[in-house]
């Protein structure tokens, strides 16, 4: 397995790229004339209920503000690829930026907490987590002068295979795409070859045999026309994954008040309108993956105790890992659920 540093695809800017994205970097720090332009990244595509959600938060932006700051958002890799997004924004070459928050996991178990089997796997257990992991993310952020305005979940994860799914080790020796660490884990765990392939790139993996199976959201099964290529989705809700959106703390910084309370409004909107668009998303992509021939089925007590079992492995390896802080993350979270 490769070590985690590798595990995002990257893609090779040109030096015409860099040349522009210093450009831009340098004139929305350079003056207050041209400091109310910000360019946010995606790596996901216009199609995205996520890149939607987005798109509406810079509109709010702009008409809040009555244009005194403009968020223009670059979708599916367009500007810059995923896995330089966050360092891009860091550095502060683009203001903002929007990236699946557990491809973070090899900088601190914090970030792989919503991608752990069993921990959240409804909607009101995965916005709990997010609410009772906000202040740690914040913390984190923070220190690598960044500032995060909202959280969305994908809906809930399942298997991808051309198989009805019955037996864990139908899995065994599968390249299975993984867009995480603790996917990857997970995938090992089970018995299969992790493979990394962007969200963009999951129709051509298939079709060129990279990939035989995936786990991720019927959303992206939809976006993807996942029919194209493949017929069976077990909707095990293993994990309610999240995207972030976040900015540079010194372009924020650099706004005036009313400017700051704006965007940090629209970000508020943007949160609430996102989950609920999640939820309205996983309903729309089962029905649309079933008309085009998907056939979808949920684990059967066998294939649900030998999911788990991966699941816990991988939860005490997480454990070990997080330390004291993490305990008490956790139980912050079951406390809020219980309350």
């Known amino acids: 397995m490769r070590k985690p540093n590798d595990s995002l695809t990257r893609k090779t800017p040109t030096v015409k790229s860099f040349a522009w994205l210093a450009t ?8 207050p004339a041209l400091a109310a332009q910000w360019n946010l990244a995606t790596p996901y595509g216009d199609a ?11 509109e709010d932006v ?30 502060g070459t683009v203001q903002a930026g929007e990236i699946f928050l557990s491809i973070l996991s090899n900088e ?16 009101e257990e995965a916005f709990a987590l997010w609410q009772a992991s906000k202040p740690d993310i914040t ?84 976006s993807m026309s ?13 994990w309610l994954p999240k ?30 309108r996102g989950w609920e668009a999640s939820k309205a998303d996983a309903d729309e992509s089962a029905k649309v993956l079933t008309e085009n021939g998907f056939t979808i089925s949920e684990p059967d007590a066998k294939l649900a105790e030998d999911l788990k079992a991966a699941g816990d492995k991988l939860f005490q390896d997480w454990k070990s890992r997080a330390g004291e802080e993490g305990q008490q993350l956790l139980e912050r979270y079951r406390a809020d659920l219980d309350a």
């Open 108 to 123: 601190s178990p914090v970030y792989e907490l919503d991608t752990l089997p069993g921990v959240a796997s409804s909607y």
């Open 139 to 222: 913390e984190l952020f923070a220190k690598e002068g960044l500032m995060p305005l909202y959280a969305v979940a994908w809906p809930a994860q399942g298997i991808y295979t051309d198989f009805d799914l019955t037996d864990v080790s139908q899995l065994k020796g599968l390249r299975i795409r993984a867009p995480n660490i603790n996917t990857q884990r997970f995938v090992e765990n089970v018995g299969g070859k992790p493979t990394e392939t962007e969200e963009a790139d999951i129709p051509t993996a298939f079709s060129t045999g990279r990939v035989d199976a995936m786990i991720t959201s019927s959303s992206t099964g939809k």
């Open 48 to 58: 995205s209920f996520h890149t939607k959600n987005t798109k509406q938060f810079a």
């Open 243 to 272: 995207n972030i959106v976040f900015v540079n703390k010194r372009a924020f910084d650099r706004l005036d008040e009313s400017t700051q309370q704006a965007v940090l409004d629209a970000a508020k909107a943007a949160e609430t």
């Open 62 to 91: 702009t008409e809040a503000t009555d244009g005194e700051l403009t968020v223009t958002v670059h979708s599916g890799g367009s500007l810059i690829s995923h896995g330089e997004i966050k360092p891009s924004v860091r550095r």
């Open 24 to 31: 831009v970097g340098a004139l929305a720090f350079s003056g």
């Open 226 to 238: 996942a029919w194209d290529y493949i017929k069976h989705y077990n909707d095990a809700k293993l």
